[in-house]
């Protein structure tokens, strides 16, 4: 019998074609804190400005999606021209479509066709999650898991040593700078010690971190919290690491962070320095890892060494940290995203994270001057940012500004 003919009566129905990625732009915007930061345990004076590398990816219905790429830019091997390259191959022409796998709007991994560049360039998902939210019409929030908390509390992290910028005032400079910080809003902040590691005598090194600690601790009060970050400058000091926690312990330490570099015998050992002398404070670490969760850290983690894990939030990208929030499970080990010189970029990919997180504790804020983003939608209300209802990540450019001060430093490629 033949085959039934076709109806000629009926249309033939063509799929709708997905949006594509029709074009990527790459521009260096310089960024200014609201003071000069002076150095950390092994690390020169930061001083008063850095870099953004942002990266801004279109679809062709016109939605945009953005990051920075300054880990990759900055990487001993990186290059603006290395960028374009990487991002004209792996990204232009791809469908918008296939860029995420959803359920409903929770984002359930990356898509096959651009696995591999966001394995190698984990930065770039940030954008991707913003541009498929913009084209949903939804919240980056909604793609990360759906909303946990509608505040975000934040800490002042640049109180790095300014006793060294201002030799005259000494411990008193972190702590007027301290005052400055609660009374712009904030109730925490992180200070900078290790001071023994590279730029003082290790003792002696050790005694300015508890003078420090303790002017501060002075001038704020009791109701705001205070983390100290060594920057691992108590390598090979454990004797004088137990000092610090002892001389310190009236001060209420809220967090201790990379004291040691992470390693399980000197972590067992800073554990019990924390258990002895500072028994409701927490241990962080993790910075440092670019490849999360390596196996150091995990050992950390199986060990019940550490409270909190910290790798970059735009460095590795929201996609490496929805993994890392599953295997997080099941420890007690909390979400604590570094985010220093990520900018105000930053501060917003670290609101919409802490929002979604259900573990998240601080969020890293540098403080830095208005440039070329809007005004900030998210107010800092009495320490914490007020997170609204958006559409991704609700950062928007002020094109005006943009294309006088920076669009000749930006390069452009299209599809």
Not at 165 to 193: I, V, W
Not at 380 to 391: H, M, N, S, T
Request: with cysteine.
């Amino acid at each position: 019998m033949p085959p039934p003919s076709r109806s000629t009566n009926q249309p033939e129905v063509n799929p709708v074609p997905s949006d594509t990625i029709s074009e990527f732009s790459v521009t260096h915007l310089p960024v200014f804190y609201r003071k000069e930061l002076g150095k950390n345990a092994y690390r020169d004076n930061i001083g008063h400005c850095r870099s953004e590398w942002l990266v801004r990816v279109r679809s062709s219905s016109g939605a945009e999606g953005m990051s920075l790429a300054n880990r990759y830019v900055e990487s001993p091997n990186g290059s603006v021209a290395g960028l374009i390259a990487i991002l004209r191959e792996g990204l232009l022409g791809q469908r918008v479509d296939e860029l995420l796998t959803l359920d409903s709007h929770c984002v359930t991994g990356v898509g096959s066709p651009v696995k591999r560049l966001v394995r190698d360039q984990p930065w770039l998902s940030v954008a991707l999650f913003d541009l498929v939210a913009r084209e949903h019409a939804v919240s980056c929030i909604e793609l990360l898991g759906g909303r946990h908390h509608d505040v975000v509390p934040a800490y002042d992290t640049t109180l790095y040593f300014q006793d060294f910028l201002n030799p005259k005032n000494g411990a008193g400079q972190c702590a007027a700078e301290a005052a400055d910080a609660k009374a712009s809003g904030y109730r925490a902040a992180k200070l900078k010690m290790g001071r023994g590691g590279r730029w003082m005598l290790p003792e002696a090194g050790m005694r300015r971190d508890v003078e420090v600690l303790h002017a501060v601790r002075e001038e704020v009060g009791e109701d705001f919290a205070l983390m100290v970050d060594a920057n691992f400058g108590y390598d090979g000091r454990l004797d004088l690491l137990e000092d610090f926690f002892r001389e310190t312990a009236s001060a209420k330490v809220f967090w201790f962070e990379e004291m040691v570099t992470a390693n399980v015998p000197d972590y067992r050992r800073l554990r019990a320095f924390q258990e002895r002398y500072a028994p409701d404070a927490l241990l962080v670490c993790g910075e440092v890892d670019r490849t999360p969760i390596s196996p150091v850290f995990q050992d950390l983690i199986d060990e019940g060494l550490i409270d909190g894990y910290q790798p970059d939030v735009v460095g590795a990208g929201f996609a490496k940290w929805m993994e890392i929030e599953r295997q997080l499970e099941g420890t007690s080990v909390r979400s604590i995203p570094h985010d220093f010189g990520n900018g105000r970029f930053g501060t917003r990919a670290g609101q919409i994270f802490g929002a979604a997180c259900k573990t998240f504790v601080s969020l890293e804020d540098e403080r830095q001057l208005d440039h070329v983003y809007k005004p900030d939608a998210f107010p800092l209300r009495d320490g914490a940012y007020q997170v609204g209802e958006v559409v991704g990540l609700a950062l928007e450019i002020d094109e005006e500004r943009f294309q006088r001060d920076h669009a000749h430093h930006t390069f452009v490629v299209r599809d």
